[in-house]
């Protein structure tokens, strides 16, 4: 690895009570990759990426975030999540602010930008995700893809080092999904860092550089996606893909 | 307030579906037999009561014209004092609840020793009888002659029913703060907001909002209970009307005194309503989305 790492996670564990959710996570992103998590609902994935942005405390191991350990004690939270976006399944747009609200609150009171700089900024993001038009409507008279495109929007207004998406297009109408992995498509064409956590299998061999499976908690394999999707070395990893293949998701 | 259609009583549930697939209007001739079904049965009951032996009595202790045309300007002066003390009152809830709200909603061990300090004051005062916190106050207070409290029983009855009210107050804004979804919460900290400018920008916002029905009503509750001010001796509308009942030998004061109530609370009320099927049809649009 000699591209300077984006992310570094060593001995990760999360535990629910006595549930254990992650038992031993390693991975490295290097700066400009895009990592997709792949495994079956319950293995962790959505877990991992909301540790890395702290929103779940851990139990044990390190994260380390462009060179800064930031499970460290005394680390100011704050200062971390401004550096890291996230995208949720489930969009979670503030209802009560209009799209380009949504969008300036953060950079307005978080990193002290003017209102009318805020609001410049969101326009050009807004513009380049096709809703322009839709700065002044409330998010509930969009669709669940223009929501998401808005919360995509709203997550890259904090100029993020590392977006992280937790299957972002899990709660979409089939053909909503389309234009929500194109936005995604175009981001990783500009070199943003990204850890994917997706279902969208042929997505993820078209889009990642490095493909992970998890299960049961653990990294089990990773590998390019060519290599991942075609011929998985862990007879777990096949069997996954086998029965994704069977549903007709890939 | 239920959402019964009058004149439309007892359909079996077949027809019932029919009519939430046809919109759930009431057609012209259910209009028609509502309206002639209310105008009948009021007649009656008018009839009925006008030629009941006692009326004649009851008309002239509640209802003598001549009292109630003089009393009513004297009344609406001194309900003056009570519109001054719950608009007083309902400001200080306003912000006082909010703060305790918040401060019962802190999360974390440290905050424990404030979390608790709220829900004692919470259950001390929605276990007390408003009149008995006024008495307390008002008669208490004063007679103390603390330096530098008010010695006024006007002051202090604003005082205590804003304690009291900020009491129920609180467990409704706290309720709001609650029905706001963890996720977004979750949304606002992931942005690099602090736990304050979550509270503030997202979890507030939202909660006030889902809150204002409620809210009102208790707002109105605080209204009907400026007039318990009166067991301190302050000349508001309650003490105004006895004053003038012993004077008159006639009731007809407190009647003129209900309908001033009247007058400003069903306004409130029916707003309450409307605000609470709007959010209604608001969240059956939503949900299918």
């Not at chain 2, 276990?127 to 008495?135: A, D, E, Y």
């Not at chain 2, 706001?180 to 006030?208: D, E, K, N, Y």
Request: hydrophobic fraction near 50%.
């Amino acid at each position: 690895m000699s591209a300077p790492e984006a992310l570094r996670i060593e001995g990760l564990h999360k535990a629910f009570g006595d549930l254990e959710v992650l038992r031993g996570i390693d991975l490295v992103v290097a700066d400009h990759e895009v990592v997709c998590l792949i495994g079956a609902s319950g293995s962790g994935k959505s877990t991992l990426l909301r540790c890395i942005n702290l929103l779940e405390p851990i139990q044990a191991g390190r994260i380390v975030i462009e060179g800064q350990d930031v499970t460290e004690r005394g680390v100011d939270v704050n200062q971390v999540r401004r550096r890291i976006g996230i995208v949720f399944q489930s969009f979670n747009l503030f209802p009560h602010m209009n799209v380009l609200r949504n969008v300036t609150l953060a950079p307005q009171q978080v990193l002290g930008r003017s209102r009318e700089q805020a609001t410049e900024e969101a326009r050009v993001l807004l513009e380049r995700f096709g809703l322009l038009d839709k700065a002044e409507e409330f998010p509930d008279r969009l669709s669940g893809g223009q929501q998401q495109r808005v919360a995509i929007a709203r997550a890259l207004a904090m100029n993020p080092d590392l977006l992280l998406l937790d299957e972002i297009t899990s709660a979409l109408d089939p053909v909503l999904v389309a234009e929500v992995l194109d936005a995604i498509r175009e981001l990783a064409a500009t070199g943003m860092t990204m850890v994917i956590a997706t279902h969208e299998m042929g997505f993820a061999r078209d889009v990642a550089s490095r493909v992970c499976f998890l299960d049961d908690g653990r990294i089990l394999e990773e590998g390019a996606p060519a290599q991942m999707f075609s011929e998985p070395t862990e007879p777990r990893t096949r069997e996954f893909l086998d029965r994704i293949i069977a549903a007709g998701r890939m | 307030m239920t959402g019964h259609v009058p004149g439309q009583p007892g359909l079996p549930p077949g027809d019932r579906r029919s009519k939430i697939l046809s919109g759930g209007e009431p057609g012209a001739r259910s209009v028609q037999i509502a309206v002639a079904s209310t105008v009948i049965f009021f007649t009656v009951v008018a009839v009925l009561v006008v030629n009941s032996p006692g009326w004649a009595a009851i008309k002239q202790a509640f209802f003598e014209r001549d009292v109630l045309r003089e009393s009513v300007p004297e009344i609406v002066r001194a309900f003056g004092k009570n519109v001054f003390i719950f608009m007083t009152a309902e400001a200080i809830v306003l912000v006082w609840a909010l703060f305790l709200a918040v401060l019962r909603s802190l999360p974390g061990p440290v905050f424990a020793p404030l979390r608790l300090l709220a829900i004692g004051y919470t259950d001390l005062f929605r276990g007390l009888p408003t009149i008995l916190v006024i008495s307390l106050l008002g008669f208490g207070m004063p007679a103390l002659q603390l330096q530098g409290l008010p010695t006024s029983e006007f002051f202090w009855a604003i005082i205590a029913l804003s304690l009291v009210y900020s009491a129920y107050v609180t467990e409704v804004y706290r309720a709001g703060i609650e029905s706001v979804h963890p996720s977004q919460i979750a949304a606002a900290r992931s942005l690099g907001l602090g736990r304050w400018q979550a509270m503030r920008f997202v979890v507030l916002p939202q909660a006030v909002r889902r809150v204002m029905p409620p809210l009102l009503n208790d707002f109105i509750g605080l209204q009907k209970d400026s007039a318990l001010v009166s067991v301190l001796g302050v000349v508001e509308g309650l003490q105004t009307a006895n004053i003038l009942t012993q004077r008159a030998f006639n009731f007809s004061p407190f009647v003129a005194l209900a309908l001033v109530y009247l007058v400003i609370t069903i306004p409130q009320t029916r707003f309450v309503d409307w605000l609470v099927e709007r959010d209604r049809r608001r969240r059956q649009a939503g949900s299918t989305v």
